[in-house]
């Protein structure tokens, strides 16, 4: 078998729609998430608590308007453990990764918001 | 240098030329400044581009914020002795009330709705809400009340759609209604809020409330870059769509996922149907775009309340172009100008919903 090594106009063509094609795959099926976030924000009553790094595991037990809400920060993620609300839907939220990821407890006044990874938007609506 | 010298280097050049034409051509995004604040019973996010104030100005600006929002939420109350507290207070012993200044325009904006909804928005649920415990995070229920306690409650003036007004009083067909603004007010706080945000100077700025958001100017010389979350997220899959919000507009969605409880593996979130007093089936979420963030507000519930058999109806009777609902089943229906506005980012299946003229 034999090879041409000279680059011909037809090969250029093909190049040029390849990468065409490539970049409406990546719009198509990478189009930005929220990627992996760095740090966790805990407000308790809209003021900022605490700043956890999500790269270390910790526990943080915080005190909000009705009891404690216990934070667990494991694997890179953060969660509500505990919170002394009646129907724990901040503890169903289960942990949060990513950047723009947010829980709160609302009876207990004790928000969570990740920052950092892909922070593509500039607000989140929900 | 020799012509086979710069026939390599050509290409590698060509390259470098290009990535630095790409990162000089950046426009050069600003920081955002973020502000939280405790408010309405959520958490409140003021977002201002670094270059629009310094960050002393726009703390002090959201300290306002914060001021302006605790004195509206004082008077919205639907109980107690504030300005809505009291309507209500005497629309129990009467089927006329004294409507006072501070509430008619949004009372009268409401009853409008209302009316155009087909009751599918309707704040007239107050008793319904509180018998449903939804008024208070803590004292939702574990399991739906009784059909007769519901049914009761529907034999009472519920709808405001129903009632009367004039320049100074409210008048029901009997006593009993109740007035629960929680599906509009939280649209008029957002603009006030950024009306403070304007009087301090600071000219562009987005106001989010517990998910909810309006935005003012820009950022640098891009829209505002907004996403909506998905309905029912998952590891991988958090994020909906993607939109950008101009100077003026306001985004709201209405979602089964905010505050419910389940009982016998069933599902019971707050977005009650006004016309039969108990959650709104068919649909996980709606999501409502307009310049009013009032009106993008209750849209969003009525929307939702619609359902995808009276999602065209209902977006047109409010004039709303720009509206998306998510069924039950996670298949997206949005109308032909808001399909334009969004980058899909999950894969959804999506029908383009033509409005009736």
Not at chain 1, 44 to 70: C, F, K, N, Q
Not at chain 2, 324 to 330: H, V
């Amino acid at each position: 078998m034999t090879t041409n090594p000279q680059r011909t106009h037809a090969d250029l063509v093909v190049i040029g729609l390849l990468l065409v094609g490539v970049g409406m795959a990546f719009g198509q099926w990478w189009a930005p998430q929220a990627g992996p976030a760095d740090t966790a924000l805990v407000f308790v009553g809209g003021g900022e608590r605490a700043r956890l790094p999500l790269h270390v595991d910790a526990t943080l037990e915080v005190a909000g308007t009705i009891g404690i809400s216990r934070l667990q920060v494991a694997d890179g993620g953060i969660r509500f453990a505990d919170s002394p609300c009646r129907h724990k839907l901040c503890v169903r939220a289960g942990f949060l990764r990513h950047g723009h990821d947010a829980a709160a407890c609302v009876p207990n006044r004790v928000s969570v918001a990740l920052t950092g990874g892909n922070r593509s938007y500039d607000s989140i609506n929900f | 240098m020799n012509a086979a010298l710069v026939r390599r280097l050509f290409a590698p050049a060509l390259i470098l030329v290009m990535i630095g034409v790409l990162v000089l051509r950046q426009p050069g995004d600003p920081e955002l400044v973020e502000r939280q604040l405790y408010a309405l019973g959520t958490q409140v996010t003021v977002s201002v581009p670094a270059t629009a104030a310094d960050a002393d100005i726009i703390s002090a600006a959201v300290g306002q914020v914060g001021v302006a929002l605790a004195a509206f939420q004082r008077t919205w109350q639907p109980a107690g002795d504030g300005r809505l507290g009291t309507l209500n207070n005497s629309l129990a012993e009467s089927a006329t009330a004294p409507l006072h200044d501070e509430l008619r325009p949004l009372i009268a904006q409401a009853q409008d709705l209302a009316q155009r909804s087909g009751q599918r928005f309707d704040p007239g649920i107050a008793k319904l809400v509180q018998l449903w415990g939804f008024d208070d995070a803590e004292a939702f229920r574990d399991s739906p009340p009784a059909d007769t306690q519901i049914d009761a409650l529907l034999d009472q003036p519920h709808l405001l759609a129903n009632a009367r007004l004039d320049a100074t009083t409210l008048a029901a067909p009997a006593p009993g209604l109740a007035l629960d603004m929680g599906g509009i007010a939280k649209g008029t706080a957002v603009s006030r809020s950024l009306d403070v945000l304007r009087s301090a100077g600071i000219e562009h700025a987005l106001v989010n409330a517990g998910g909810d958001m309006q935005a003012m100017g820009q950022v640098g010389r891009r829209p505002w870059h907004i996403a909506i979350r998905h309905p029912r997220p998952t590891e991988t899959r958090r994020l909906l769509a993607a939109l950008d919000l101009r100077d003026g507009e306001a985004v709201f969605t209405s979602g089964d996922y905010e505050r419910f409880f389940e009982h016998d593996g069933q599902r019971y979130h707050h977005l009650l149907d006004p016309r039969t007093g108990r959650p709104a089936q068919g649909a996980q979420s709606a999501t409502a775009l307009h310049t009013d963030a009032a009106v993008a507000d209750a849209a969003a519930t009525a929307l939702f309340v619609a359902g995808v058999e009276d999602f065209a109806k209902t977006a047109a009777a409010l004039d709303i172009t720009h509206a998306l609902l998510i069924d039950a089943e996670g298949r997206a229906f949005a109308t032909p100008q808001m399909q334009q506005r969004l980058e899909w980012l999950s894969n959804t299946d999506v029908t383009v919903v033509e409005l009736p003229q």
